[in-house]
């Protein structure tokens, strides 16, 4: 169905083949559609709106990064912060700090 054809082509010349941009805009326009229909309405309101699929992409891209800054410093926190207090078996403590870790490493932050 060519949806994805706005995501891995640039947008054509409008003069030199119409058909070829009418399914660019086509395939453009059903993309953010897409797109935005699946994203929360929290997430959606934060993003600036655009008319190609690409530029939205990155200013979905941009707003993550952001996101991604903001939960590595809370894992960070909750990780230095964890304590053993005899409430769960030392097995799920320790399973619970190698989550955290798991999740930091993920996000590209380096433990020592």
């Given at each position: 169905m060519d949806i994805d054809l706005a995501l891995h082509e640039n947008e054509p010349p409008i003069p030199?083949?119409?058909t070829a941009y009418?399914?660019?805009?086509?395939s453009n326009?059903?993309?953010l559609m897409l797109i935005k229909s699946h994203l929360s309405k929290s997430i959606r309101g934060s993003i600036l709106d655009c008319d190609k699929v690409a530029d939205y992409m990155k200013s979905v891209e941009e707003q993550f990064f952001r996101s991604d800054k903001a939960l590595a410093s809370t894992l960070m926190k909750k990780l230095s912060g964890i304590r053993f207090n005899n409430s769960k078996s030392v097995r799920e403590h320790i399973m619970e700090m190698r989550d955290i870790a798991t999740q930091l490493r993920s996000l590209e932050v380096e433990i020592s």
């Amino acid at each position: 169905m060519d949806i994805d054809l706005a995501l891995h082509e640039n947008e054509p010349p409008i003069p030199t083949e119409l058909t070829a941009y009418e399914s660019w805009e086509r395939s453009n326009h059903l993309s953010l559609m897409l797109i935005k229909s699946h994203l929360s309405k929290s997430i959606r309101g934060s993003i600036l709106d655009c008319d190609k699929v690409a530029d939205y992409m990155k200013s979905v891209e941009e707003q993550f990064f952001r996101s991604d800054k903001a939960l590595a410093s809370t894992l960070m926190k909750k990780l230095s912060g964890i304590r053993f207090n005899n409430s769960k078996s030392v097995r799920e403590h320790i399973m619970e700090m190698r989550d955290i870790a798991t999740q930091l490493r993920s996000l590209e932050v380096e433990i020592s």
